[in-house]
């Protein structure tokens, strides 16, 4: 039986491999129109919105610097738009626009198409423990 220590420098070495592999190709699937960090926040929205910033940052775990930094790259592309909150002046919201939602109609086909693709040797009960493993981890 193999030492934990070599099973463990393994895991570290292929989720290395497949992280890496999932940034790059999901880089390819969105192409120049927007990153993958743009898309997470994005995607957010999309699901949700209004919502301030430092709840976006909250929710994904990043700094309120970085957050604050792609919601600015997503307002110059004119996918969002900042406005004061009609309960609270103080408060400043995003939401996503009709062209950023048109977008993300568009990206979330591309990517669940490369998900299906990439994952589609995986039987639904290895997907299924595969999500439960990652989950633990975290």
């Known amino acids: 039986m193999e030492d934990r220590k070599v099973l463990l420098t393994k895991l570290e070495k292929n989720l290395l491999l497949v992280i890496r592999k999932l940034r790059r190709e999901l880089n390819d699937v969105f192409g120049e129109t927007i990153t993958r960090q743009e898309?997470?926040?994005?995607?957010?929205?999309?699901?949700?919105?209004?919502?301030?910033?430092?709840?976006?940052?909250?929710?994904?775990?990043?700094?309120?610097?970085?957050?604050?930094?792609?919601?600015?790259?997503?307002?110059?592309?004119?996918?969002?738009?900042?406005?004061?909150?009609?309960k609270d002046r103080r408060i400043v919201e995003l939401s996503i626009t009709d062209e950023g939602t048109e977008l993300m109609n568009d990206m979330i086909k591309k990517k669940d198409a490369y998900m299906i693709e990439s994952f589609g040797k995986l039987s639904d009960d290895e997907i299924k423990m595969m999500t439960m493993l990652i989950k633990k981890l975290r």
Do not use: H, I, W
């Open 39 to 86: 898309f997470t926040f994005l995607k957010m929205l999309y699901q949700k919105e209004p919502q301030m910033v430092s709840s976006l940052a909250k929710e994904l775990e990043v700094t309120a610097s970085y957050a604050t930094a792609v919601t600015d790259k997503l307002l110059q592309k004119g996918y969002v738009n900042r406005q004061r909150s009609a």
